[in-house]
C-alpha cells in the first residue's frame, strides 16, 4: 500500500463508518483490538482533519512507517 494524494483523497471521499471500518480493519491486521481505539464520531472527525492537513513529506513518513512494520512483520 503507497499512501499519496490520490489514495489520501479516496480516504477523506469515504463517509465516516466507511473510513472507521477502515481504520479498523488497519488496526486489527497489525494485531491492535479496534475496540481499543475507542473510535466515535468526533475520533472520526478529527482523524478526518488530520488526514486533510497532511502533507507530502507527512505522506511520506507515514510510508516510511508502513514498510519499516511491514519488514519487520515478515522477519518474526
Known amino acids: 500500500m ?3 494524494q490520490k489514495m ?3 480516504l477523506l471521499a469515504m463517509n465516516d463508518e466507511q473510513l472507521g ?5 488497519i488496526a486489527s491486521e497489525a494485531g491492535i483490538d479496534p475496540a481499543e ?3 466515535q464520531p468526533q475520533n472520526i472527525a478529527s482523524i478526518r ?3 486533510g492537513n497532511a ?3 507527512d ?3 507515514l510510508n516510511r512507517v508502513y514498510e519499516d ?3 519487520n512483520r515478515r522477519k518474526k
Open 37 to 39: 481505539l475507542g473510535l
Open 21 to 25: 471500518a477502515l481504520i479498523g480493519q
Open 2 to 4: 503507497q499512501l499519496d
Open 69 to 71: 512494520y511491514r519488514q
Open 8 to 10: 489520501l483523497n479516496r
Open 59 to 61: 505522506l511520506e513518513k
Open 49 to 51: 482533519q488530520a488526514l
Open 55 to 57: 502533507t507530502d513529506a
